[in-house]
């Protein structure tokens, strides 16, 4: 006679024990799988929803002062260039006392030598649809934010690289030692570059570092300035000057852009006053990068 031998009884109760256990262990297994291969993306909730052109200015001219040209310099690097992504376009020009394109040039290009990598018009739809928070199939919405992802997995590298090499061109600007500034002709050159593109719906943005003393003999500050074509109209135009708004200088530029820009509503700050967290509103891929850990 076996006296080995285990009842029945033994076997279910040991069963009752393990399966449940096995079952929730592949379930919790399972669940982390899911979670490595899908992870939780969140898009900031202020990201742009469209792309955008965009205009910089910055002056480093003798009347700005070495530490308000260091200040200026700082704006740029932490404030505009950050948010700067896949399928924008920017221009921007350091102010000299004579205008040159191709020296004056810090930020962007007219071809795509120095612009981010641009989308085909049919991902940067589908970029824009994966983002819309009026998405009502949330499942769907996932999948298609995953999708994004991968597909804008070989631009972001050459993002990241771009935006470092424009953030070591600014840091390389260098005070002006010779008198004057020629405010006005690059100016001229981001009103002609805005209206540009092949995307209509397209954000325009301009931000203007400047004390907006126009000095270039044959020019001054108070004289117009106008451009040979207006703005486009809904262009975001920010003014950041280094003095406080009751300052002299302040009404006198004041003066000075309202005339330029003809009527258009334009937003002006002294550096104590700036916005505390950005300037120009994140690239609509912001949050989507690459790093992620989806095949």
Known sequence: MNTDRKPDGFWKTL?????????????????????????????????????????????????????????????????????????DIV??????????FQQDRVLGSLDDSDQPPQLSKQ??????????????????????????????????????????????????????REKGSDICDPLRELARFLPAGDEPSAERWLFILSDLQNETPGKTSGETCSTEQPFPPGTQIIVIYPWGPNDPKARAASAFWQDLFAGQPVKSFSFSALPGTTLLRPNPTAGLESTLPIP
């Open 123 to 176: 991902l940067r739809s589908k970029v824009l649809v994966a983002i819309d928070p009026k998405g009502s199939d949330k499942g769907a919405a996932r999948n298609k934010v995953y999708e994004v992802i991968r597909d804008l997995k070989p631009c972001q590298q050459l993002m990241r690289e771009l935006r470092n090499r424009w953030s070591q061109r600014v840091a390389a600007l260098q005070p002006k």
């Open 15 to 87: 069963l009752k024990i393990i399966l449940p256990v096995l079952f929730l262990t592949a379930l919790l297994v399972a669940l982390l799988v899911e979670r490595r291969l899908h992870p939780r993306v969140v898009i900031p909730e202020e990201n742009r929803h469209r792309f955008a052109r965009v205009g910089v200015l910055i002056d480093g001219t003798p009347s700005i002062h070495d530490d308000n040209f260091a200040v200026m310099k700082k704006i740029v690097q932490e404030k505009i260039i950050p948010n700067l992504g896949l399928s």
């Open 91 to 100: 221009l921007g020009f350091d102010v000299e006392p004579g205008f040159s």
